[in-house]
């Protein structure tokens, strides 16, 4: 009877137990049935905290005043009263310093300078930062932006570090600029001309031109020589198609024109 009773109860669900494991202790002579355990879920570990996920960081940019008309002075102080040190050209990039009174502070020819902060003659331009070498490098080529261009100027030194008589500021034509920010931005020794240059450092492809790289061009004069003797141009490459060089005029950056391109030959890095 008992038998009979408890075969109801378990197929009406009424224990919450599993019937094997009570099955197993189920006594042979009919007695009692025993209890099984009370069965609780595990105990879980709490989940472990996490970190929200880190924000890409913004990549940090240089500013520059980039020049909306021709023949804009480059003034000696933060007006139009003071001498002009030079004037310079539409799309022509320059070193962005403090603004104030309606006017940037720059550099120009090795000198602090000032510019017009009117939206009608310039506005500012941001490129991407490299390695600190490259900014070294061109910071070094800020400061003499304004130059004139003199082929054939005094190096620094002969290749080797070594100091050379008559050598000037104030005269850069490409190779001797290039010679003169690398000493200085970051110790580095390039040798004296285009066609010497072209053999230090590493080869860069065109595809993965990186603001710092020397950029080497042939020439009106060069291109229908052979071999190394096609090299006659250098520039700084600073990124979004921009050159610090100088070349004919005086050193500036602007961009690569679609002429200088189909002049160009290889680019090598430094660092």
């Not at 070349?247 to 660092?271: G, H, N, P, V």
Request: with cysteine; charged share 25%.
């Amino acid at each position: 009877m008992k038998k009979q009773f408890l075969s109801l109860l378990l197929a009406a669900g009424l224990f919450a137990f599993p019937l094997a494991a009570c099955a197993e202790n189920a006594p042979k002579d009919g007695g009692n049935v025993p209890q099984c355990p009370e069965q609780t879920a595990p105990e879980l570990d709490p989940p472990a905290a996490t970190e929200p996920p880190a924000m890409p960081e913004e990549p940090a940019v240089a500013t520059y005043v980039s020049v909306l008309a021709n023949g804009l002075n480059v003034r000696t102080g933060a007006g139009t009263s003071y001498a002009s040190l030079g004037q310079v050209e539409k799309g022509v990039l320059l070193a962005r310093g403090a603004q104030r009174d309606g006017w940037f502070e720059t550099q120009f020819r090795n000198r602090k300078a000032y510019v017009s902060a009117d939206p009608r003659f310039t506005a500012l331009t941001t490129l991407e930062e490299g390695c600190d070498e490259a900014e070294r490098v061109i910071a070094q080529g800020l400061k003499v932006l304004g130059t004139p261009y003199v082929y054939g100027a005094i190096r620094l030194h002969d290749g080797t570090g070594r100091k050379l008589s008559g050598f000037s500021e104030d005269r850069f034509d490409c190779s001797s600029l290039m010679q003169y920010i690398f000493y200085f931005g970051a110790d580095i020794l390039l040798d004296m001309n285009t066609r010497t240059q072209i053999r230090q450092g590493r080869h860069v492809e065109q595809s993965e031109l990186r603001r710092g790289d020397l950029m080497f061009f042939t020439n009106d004069a060069r291109r229908g020589n052979a071999g190394i003797e096609r090299v006659g141009h250098v520039a700084l490459y600073l990124g979004d198609n921009y050159i610090l060089h100088t070349a004919s005029d005086y050193a500036k950056i602007e961009q690569i024109s679609a002429k200088r391109w189909s002049y160009f030959l290889e680019a090598r890095r430094m660092f």
